[in-house]
């Protein structure tokens, strides 16, 4: 019988149970679904400063890896299918070691009574280590720090003058770092532990390459110098790169050029000096002497051996009476040159030679190559003058791969089979129910509903006594006039109206007997 029909024959009680087993088998499975097809997470790092939950989730992001944030900030969470890709999306930032973050000096406050002294002195030196690794995770750029003390025995300092001195070892994590903040960096550290002096301090990378001591802590000047170049150079690479990667994805399209910058960087500091003449003459000092004298000659005779020396014959007394002059002029200058000195400071930084490629897809119309040439050597700086050089070349770029069509949903362990056969289990056992509760009330429909041709309206105890006496007549009446099956059943009819419907009988008999 169609399912409309059987519907149809339901009472309303009936139908009301039908929909509501379905809502409720409905209902089971979308919660069944939910759970199965819900991501499962998993913590991989816990104890997280909030301090550093931005750069471990900015490294997920950026690796298109899906996260949950849990105990207010605390903890990091991800797929389980994610597991492995997180951790080496958070390894390469320079994620911490284990998850958690070292423990400062609350340490002292789980101190028990009767603590010995060499546990008090290891407790300290956690403590310093874990607070000075928390400083340096502050420092800009900074992903992760690892400090390692190695402090002299209290015994040592008291009893020896010739104690070994304090030492530190940080490693950090994180992008290249500018010359001073790792100089600050070991400040830092000097300055935090007693006795410790900077130079005591070693700082290196993750890569293993030395950072401090470098050739401005008098120590290791040579390699400290080609760290240093190598460092400027690279951040002078990676800027102008994308600077004009940039320029060019906005002219010639995304994905349409490629550009690679080799540069010289000279990271030595230097200082020049230089002196100029002028050409006019500058009077320092000047002295002048003017001497006049003027005077006629003696009346008490002539000077000279004749006047004194006895017996000498004077001559030429005639000249002694005349009138004498006397003028002297000298002068004394000074001049200084117009000199100009001056000294420039040369900064470390300076590019002496860089080389620029350019690759632009065979998609780009080759008439915009000089353009583009043009454009480069502007915005790069390229000076041949001082040896640089640029290449801009057309080829065909290698197509992207196709798009991976998007996997079907598989659940990845084990309990998410088993959600998935479950739901399966329940729906199978939903339909075999609903189809054999359909069947049975199919097979109820089949049969006629005899009573409703026996009992159409109440009826008097005349009637059914006229009824009854019609019947005995027929029963001995002969076999041809009455069958005997009619009489069966009728019979029959009345015994199955008795044992479905005993309530309906029992309302008949109580009418007849009231109507008595």
């Not at 994610?82 to 789980?110: C, N, Q, T």
């Not at 001195?165 to 010359?179: F, Q, T």
């Not at 290196?204 to 001591?213: E, I, M, S, V």
């Not at 320029?247 to 230089?274: F, H």
Request: hydrophobic share 40%.
């Amino acid at each position: 019988m169609p399912l409309p029909k059987v519907l149809a024959n339901l009472s309303p009680k009936g139908r009301i149970a039908v929909g509501g087993a379905i809502a409720g088998v409905l209902l089971v499975a979308f919660i069944m679904f939910s759970l199965a097809s819900r991501p499962s997470y998993t913590t991989i790092v816990t104890g997280l400063d909030p301090a550093q939950t931005g750069k471990m989730s900015a490294a997920l992001d950026e690796k298109g890896v899906g996260y949950e944030l849990q105990n207010n900030g605390t903890a990091l969470a991800v797929e389980k299918a994610d597991v492995a890709a997180a951790r080496i999306a958070l390894a390469e930032v320079g994620g911490l070691s284990g998850g958690s973050i070292e423990p400062g000096f609350e340490l002292f406050d789980s101190q028990s009574m009767g603590t010995s002294q060499m546990q008090q002195q290891v407790t300290y030196q956690r403590a310093m280590e874990g607070e000075l690794a928390r400083t340096i995770n502050k420092v800009q750029g900074v992903s992760g720090a690892t400090v390692q003390l190695v402090l002299p025995d209290a015994d040592d300092v008291l009893l020896s003058e010739d104690a070994p001195p304090a030492s530190a070892a940080v490693l950090l994590g994180g992008a290249d770092l500018e010359p001073s903040a790792v100089k600050g960096i070991a400040s830092l550290v000097a300055s935090s532990v007693k006795s410790l002096k900077p130079s005591n301090v070693t700082i290196t990378d993750g890569a293993g390459q030395l950072l401090w001591p470098n050739g401005s802590s008098g120590e290791d000047g040579a390699g400290g110098a080609v760290l240093a170049k190598q460092a400027a150079s690279q951040r002078y690479q990676r800027s102008m790169e994308s600077s004009l990667t940039s320029l060019l994805a906005q002219t010639v399209g995304p994905d349409k050029a490629r550009v690679r910058v080799s540069a010289d960087i000279d990271a030595d500091k230097a200082t020049r000096e230089q002196l100029r003449y002028g050409r006019r003459r500058v009077a320092l000092k000047e002295k002048t002497t003017d001497e006049e004298m003027e005077g006629t000659a003696a009346t008490g005779g002539t000077t000279g051996t004749a006047a004194n020396v006895p017996g000498y014959a004077a001559t030429g007394g005639a000249n002694g009476g005349g009138d004498s002059t006397y003028r002297n002029e000298t002068g004394d200058r000074e001049f200084g040159a117009d000199k100009t000195v001056t000294k420039t400071e040369i900064a470390a930084g300076g590019v002496t030679r860089q080389s620029v490629a350019v690759m632009v897809s065979d998609a780009v119309p080759a008439a915009q190559v000089p353009a583009i040439r043009d454009a480069v050597a502007a915005a790069a700086g390229v000076d041949t003058d001082r040896g640089d050089r640029l290449t801009v070349t057309r080829v065909p770029f290698a197509e992207a791969p196709a798009a991976a069509p998007p996997a079907a949903m598989i659940p990845g362990n084990v309990v998410d089979y088993v959600k998935w056969v479950a739901l399966a289990l329940g729906t199978i056992v939903f339909l075999v129910l609903i189809g054999r509760h359909l069947r049975r009330r199919e097979d109820e429909a089949l049969e006629s509903a005899v009573w409703f041709d026996e009992i159409e309206a109440p009826r008097t105890l005349r009637a059914l006594e006229a009824e009854q006496r019609t019947q005995a007549m027929a029963a001995v009446a002969p076999p041809a006039e009455v069958p005997q099956l009619e009489v069966a059943g009728s019979r029959r009819r009345i015994e199955e109206l008795a044992d479905n419907e005993p309530e309906r009988v029992a309302q008949q008999v109580r009418h007849w007997m009231s109507e008595e």
